[in-house]
């Protein structure tokens, strides 16, 4: 009798480790597979990121939408974007469209279970009425810019071409002029140390720390904080372009550091979980081309192959594993889900979505519950992927201006060698230490960094180029890096994953064809961009946009 009454009871209070932990994320933009040096490269040192992932989560198989705008969508809503009209690309400058308001976000849910919520820099997922922005879709707080990209140090976006030229700044829905002449990366550090410092810790905390860098601006350069330290720091790079993506990549890393003290300092780094991810791969070539390198994975930033989704990901918590590899399948739209259930929500408050909570499998090591997944659909060039098997199979049918191999590997001689002791010395590791007893050595770090190194699958002498206009599998357990089309071997697969495509076919919500709105034009709003269609607004308009 007694134990059918604890039973019930239990039953009402979903167990976590944490109570209300706080959530905060670091996002990096538009930055490649290659471009950490815990994946195996060494031309860029990322010791912060590093420290993070060895005493960490390191998530090996996490995908990210091929884009931006559709991560960001999947990221805050659970949904894969193509259920949100956002699927296909990310939102242009002055186009009229946004995550739909009738969609709850994660902030909106983590708000009704007490969070204090907390957003800086990108947003991109909309501007056009007051009731698409940030503060009025689940965050307190909002520091940063509407826009998909601003200049590092002027924060402004072009209209349509680089003739008109708008300021992209704003504290909460205030233009926030002063700050112009401060370095981005910098400024968007010292701003989620600003929130952090002033959080009332009655309440947990949820903090998107979403950058800039290493995005291009929009001239299609990424600016570096100092050229000249730049230039000494990464003389062995000899392209420039790539050198100031060092540079950028840089100040990241450092920010992540800064970000853990403040929490320290603070005194809630223990209660906090950190995430820290690439919103999609890195566009080494074309359209904001930053030189950032997705090798040895195939294809770049806007294509389903593993170059344009497979992401960087890193999860810790001071109770959670360290110096993990998890192997499972992990989405972006899972985050949602897995957090919410961390912090103690049910997840059927969530309705039906795509994502699926891996709070288990964080935080007792349960096996992946993540079976397959939608990679995309692009409902103009129909091009889809979709991976199932746990991770095994890919199913890719369509075709991509970038199905090649680009950036650098990284690893020739001329680079520095993998420097442990700045591992060790970085400001992540020195902040982890007083928290958790992270017993690290040179060797568990050298030997997850090997297991994470997949440039043994790629075999130069392969002919680089692959047509997948009428369906390719690749195993990527064998052959992470695509290389070859096994459909005809695997003829009952291929049908079987076909069927799944077509299911997601049905339900997808196109993204409707650009269009960039005049009326948008930053000439009209004093030099800037401004949500312009509220103007338009009556008083008791029946326009939920207008509410
Ligand atoms: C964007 O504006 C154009 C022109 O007014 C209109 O035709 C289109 O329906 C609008 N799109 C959306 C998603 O509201
Ligand atoms: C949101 O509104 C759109 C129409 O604008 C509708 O198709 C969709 O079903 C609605 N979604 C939800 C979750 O209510
Ligand atoms: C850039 O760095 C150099 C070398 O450290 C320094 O002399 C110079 O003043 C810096 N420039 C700026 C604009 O901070
Ligand atoms: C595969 O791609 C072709 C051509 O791009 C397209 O016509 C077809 O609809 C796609 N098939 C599926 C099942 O998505
Ligand atoms: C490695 O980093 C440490 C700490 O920054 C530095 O003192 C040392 O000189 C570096 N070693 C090499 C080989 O560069
Ligand atoms: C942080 O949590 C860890 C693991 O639960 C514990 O061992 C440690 O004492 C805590 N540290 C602080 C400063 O609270
Ligand atoms: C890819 O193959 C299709 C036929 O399956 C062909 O029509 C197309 O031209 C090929 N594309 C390239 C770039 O070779
Ligand atoms: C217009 O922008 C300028 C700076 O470009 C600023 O000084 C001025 O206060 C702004 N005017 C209004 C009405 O906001
Ligand atoms: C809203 O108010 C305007 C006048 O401000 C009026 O012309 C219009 O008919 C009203 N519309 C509705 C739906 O009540």
């Given at each position: 009798m007694l134990c059918s009454v604890l039973l019930f009871l239990f039953s009402f209070e979903i167990q976590t480790l944490y109570g209300k932990p706080n959530f905060v994320i670091i996002m990096a933009d538009d930055m490649g597979w290659n471009d950490v040096s815990f994946h195996g490269a060494n031309q860029i040192p990322t010791p912060n990121i590093d420290a993070l992932a060895y005493n960490g989560i390191i998530l090996n198989r996490f995908y990210t939408q091929q884009a931006c705008t559709p991560s960001r969508a999947a990221l805050l809503t659970g949904n894969y974007p193509t259920r949100t009209g956002l699927g296909r690309e990310p939102i242009s400058v002055g186009e009229?469209?946004?995550?739909?308001?009738?969609?709850?976000?994660?902030?909106?849910?983590?708000?009704?279970?007490?969070?204090?919520?907390y957003l800086v820099g990108k947003w991109h997922l909309g501007h056009h009425y007051k009731s698409v922005t940030p503060t009025r879709r689940g965050f307190d707080k909002f520091f940063g810019y509407w826009n998909g990209y601003v200049s590092f140090f002027d924060y402004m976006t072009y209209y349509t071409d680089a003739n008109i030229n708008g300021f992209d700044l704003r504290d909460n829905f205030r233009v926030a002029r002063e700050y112009r002449g401060q370095y981005a990366t910098e400024l968007f550090t010292n701003k989620a140390i600003e929130f952090i410092k002033g959080h009332d810790t009655s309440v947990p905390m949820f903090?998107?720390?979403s950058h800039l860098a290493p995005h291009t601006g929009p001239d299609s350069k990424v600016e570096v904080k100092n050229l000249t330290e730049t230039n000494e720091k990464f003389n062995y790079i000899r392209n420039q372009e790539r050198r100031n993506y060092a540079g950028a990549t840089e100040e990241l890393d450092k920010s992540v550091g800064e970000i853990l003290a403040a929490l320290a300092e603070k005194s809630i780094l223990n209660d906090t979980l950190i995430l820290f991810l690439s919103d999609n791969g890195a566009p080494t070539v074309g359209q904001y081309a930053n030189q950032g390198s997705n090798w040895p994975l195939r294809g770049i930033k806007m294509s389903y192959y593993e170059g344009g989704v497979r992401g960087t990901a890193v999860l810790w918590g001071s109770q959670l594993n360290k110096n993990v590899i998890n192997n499972d399948l992990f989405h972006i739209s899972d985050i949602m889900p897995t957090f919410y259930a961390a912090a103690g929500g049910h997840i059927s408050d969530l309705g039906i979505i795509d994502g699926i909570n891996q709070w288990d499998m964080i935080s007792k090591n349960a096996p992946g519950t993540r079976t397959e997944m939608l990679v995309g659909i692009n409902d103009r060039t129909r091009a889809a992927a979709y991976i199932d098997r746990k991770g095994q199979y890919k199913l890719f049918n369509g075709t991509s201006n970038y199905n090649s191999y680009y950036g650098e590997a990284g690893r020739l001689e001329e680079n520095p060698e993998y420097n442990i002791?700045?591992?060790f010395e970085s400001k992540v590791h020195q902040t982890l230490k007083k928290v958790s007893d992270a017993a690290l050595d040179d060797n568990m770090i050298l030997q997850t960094r090997s297991q994470l190194d997949l440039s043994r699958c790629r075999i130069d002498s392969e002919k680089p180029n692959i047509n997948c206009s009428s369906f390719c599998l690749f195993d990527l357990f064998n052959d992470p890096c695509e290389?070859?089309?096994?459909?005809?071997?695997?003829?009952?697969?291929?049908?079987?994953?076909?069927?799944?495509?077509?299911?997601?076919?049905?339900?997808?919500?196109?993204?409707p064809a650009k269009y960039i709105d005049p009326r948008s034009n930053p000439i009209y709003f004093n030099n800037t961009w401004d949500t312009w269609l509220n103007q338009f607004c009556l008083p008791n308009d029946s326009n939920p946009l207008c509410s």
């Amino acid at each position: 009798m007694l134990c059918s009454v604890l039973l019930f009871l239990f039953s009402f209070e979903i167990q976590t480790l944490y109570g209300k932990p706080n959530f905060v994320i670091i996002m990096a933009d538009d930055m490649g597979w290659n471009d950490v040096s815990f994946h195996g490269a060494n031309q860029i040192p990322t010791p912060n990121i590093d420290a993070l992932a060895y005493n960490g989560i390191i998530l090996n198989r996490f995908y990210t939408q091929q884009a931006c705008t559709p991560s960001r969508a999947a990221l805050l809503t659970g949904n894969y974007p193509t259920r949100t009209g956002l699927g296909r690309e990310p939102i242009s400058v002055g186009e009229n469209i946004s995550l739909p308001i009738n969609v709850t976000t994660l902030p909106q849910k983590l708000k009704a279970l007490g969070y204090a919520n907390y957003l800086v820099g990108k947003w991109h997922l909309g501007h056009h009425y007051k009731s698409v922005t940030p503060t009025r879709r689940g965050f307190d707080k909002f520091f940063g810019y509407w826009n998909g990209y601003v200049s590092f140090f002027d924060y402004m976006t072009y209209y349509t071409d680089a003739n008109i030229n708008g300021f992209d700044l704003r504290d909460n829905f205030r233009v926030a002029r002063e700050y112009r002449g401060q370095y981005a990366t910098e400024l968007f550090t010292n701003k989620a140390i600003e929130f952090i410092k002033g959080h009332d810790t009655s309440v947990p905390m949820f903090l998107i720390v979403s950058h800039l860098a290493p995005h291009t601006g929009p001239d299609s350069k990424v600016e570096v904080k100092n050229l000249t330290e730049t230039n000494e720091k990464f003389n062995y790079i000899r392209n420039q372009e790539r050198r100031n993506y060092a540079g950028a990549t840089e100040e990241l890393d450092k920010s992540v550091g800064e970000i853990l003290a403040a929490l320290a300092e603070k005194s809630i780094l223990n209660d906090t979980l950190i995430l820290f991810l690439s919103d999609n791969g890195a566009p080494t070539v074309g359209q904001y081309a930053n030189q950032g390198s997705n090798w040895p994975l195939r294809g770049i930033k806007m294509s389903y192959y593993e170059g344009g989704v497979r992401g960087t990901a890193v999860l810790w918590g001071s109770q959670l594993n360290k110096n993990v590899i998890n192997n499972d399948l992990f989405h972006i739209s899972d985050i949602m889900p897995t957090f919410y259930a961390a912090a103690g929500g049910h997840i059927s408050d969530l309705g039906i979505i795509d994502g699926i909570n891996q709070w288990d499998m964080i935080s007792k090591n349960a096996p992946g519950t993540r079976t397959e997944m939608l990679v995309g659909i692009n409902d103009r060039t129909r091009a889809a992927a979709y991976i199932d098997r746990k991770g095994q199979y890919k199913l890719f049918n369509g075709t991509s201006n970038y199905n090649s191999y680009y950036g650098e590997a990284g690893r020739l001689e001329e680079n520095p060698e993998y420097n442990i002791t700045e591992i060790f010395e970085s400001k992540v590791h020195q902040t982890l230490k007083k928290v958790s007893d992270a017993a690290l050595d040179d060797n568990m770090i050298l030997q997850t960094r090997s297991q994470l190194d997949l440039s043994r699958c790629r075999i130069d002498s392969e002919k680089p180029n692959i047509n997948c206009s009428s369906f390719c599998l690749f195993d990527l357990f064998n052959d992470p890096c695509e290389k070859i089309d096994i459909k005809d071997q695997q003829e009952d697969l291929v049908n079987e994953m076909k069927l799944k495509i077509e299911k997601y076919w049905e339900q997808v919500v196109p993204q409707p064809a650009k269009y960039i709105d005049p009326r948008s034009n930053p000439i009209y709003f004093n030099n800037t961009w401004d949500t312009w269609l509220n103007q338009f607004c009556l008083p008791n308009d029946s326009n939920p946009l207008c509410s």
